[in-house]
């Protein structure tokens, strides 16, 4: 059941258009602002405003207004309506034309190393905009990556979307989340740190599957369901006390420089990764045949 349907008007400024699906915070409507146009809203799920803080969200919702990035979706508001005798809570941010990287990936993959590495820049120059304001992402994954096809350029922009808010919600719950967005956390995630190496992690798991088509320890790491996210956890993190291969090993066309640099950013020790995607996205540029240190 949604809970707007087209034409409702939310606290006299946006009208809903249509569903746009299920998010993992809760359900996504296209509305059109009263003077602004077309933005994306989310009404937050039940279950992940009853195990949040809702005054800390709105805190660090108002922290991401500040960022500015054309790799950044924009986020512009956050508030409540009524409706039936119940309070809902919302967040808005630009609405982009295009698709997530998920849906490209499952239709077309490997990538060529090219656009892996002009895709990933893009990610890396968003999560940078956001690290240095002190904020964490937490749940990088191939949905939290936007495509925009209007940009006005040949190839799309890609946007990272959803900072911070994954942050709120326990994330061993298992609230509203699906099992695969496990397979891209850093391994110290699952004893409830995060930092920015961990952002890091999730960033050079999304760099692999775009450059070989799979994941690392595909062979151990199972999509399988679990009956708790505790085995889940335990499974993974099994799996990854061996050594995962090098992204060559299934592309060849992928160079040793580019194996390192994916590496080194999946360590499984947060000190031997990058230190933020800053630093990260200095090393794709810097350690790339032929870049001579200059901008991809």
């Known amino acids: 059941m949604c809970v707007l349907s087209r ?20 359900e996504v409507y296209r509305v059109k602002h009263r003077y602004l146009g077309d933005q994306v809203l989310k009404v937050l799920d ?10 800390t969200v709105m805190a660090e919702a108002k922290n991401l207004n500040q960022v500015l990035h054309r790799n950044v979706v924009r986020f512009y508001d956050m508030g409540s309506f009524k409706k039936d005798g119940r309070e809902y809570f919302y967040l808005t941010m630009e609405y982009v034309p295009g698709e997530t990287l998920s849906q490209l990936w499952d239709r077309k993959s490997p990538f060529s190393v090219e656009e892996a590495m002009r895709l990933m820049k893009d990610i890396l120059a968003g999560l940078e905009a956001v690290h240095t304001k002190e904020i964490l992402h937490r749940d990088i994954n191939g949905d939290n990556i936007l495509l925009d096809y209007n940009s006005g350029g040949e190839e799309p922009v890609a946007k990272v979307a959803d900072f911070g808010l994954s942050y709120m919600a326990d994330p061993l719950s298992g609230a509203g989340m699906a099992a695969g967005r496990y397979l891209f956390w850093a391994p110290e995630c699952f004893h ?10 999730s960033a050079g798991m999304v760099f692999y599957r775009m450059v070989t088509g799979v994941f690392p320890w595909r062979d151990k790491e199972t999509s399988a369901r679990y009956d708790s996210a505790e085995e889940l956890e335990t499974e993974i993190l099994k799996a990854r006390k061996e050594d995962t291969r090098p992204p060559s090993y299934w592309n060849d066309r992928c160079p040793e420089e580019l194996d390192d640099l994916i590496l080194k950013s999946l360590a499984k020790e947060l000190t031997e990764r990058f230190n933020d995607a800053g ?12 870049s001579n240190g200059q901008e991809l």
């Open 192 to 201: 409830g740190a995060y930092v920015k190496h961990s952002d890091v992690f």
């Open 46 to 55: 039940e279950d992940y405003v009853e195990r949040s803080a809702i005054e």
């Open 7 to 26: 034409g409702d008007v939310i606290n006299d400024t946006y009208e809903v258009l249509s569903k746009l699906g299920a998010g993992n915070f809760g």
């Open 279 to 290: 630093s990260f996205r200095e090393g794709l540029v810097a350690h790339l045949p032929g």
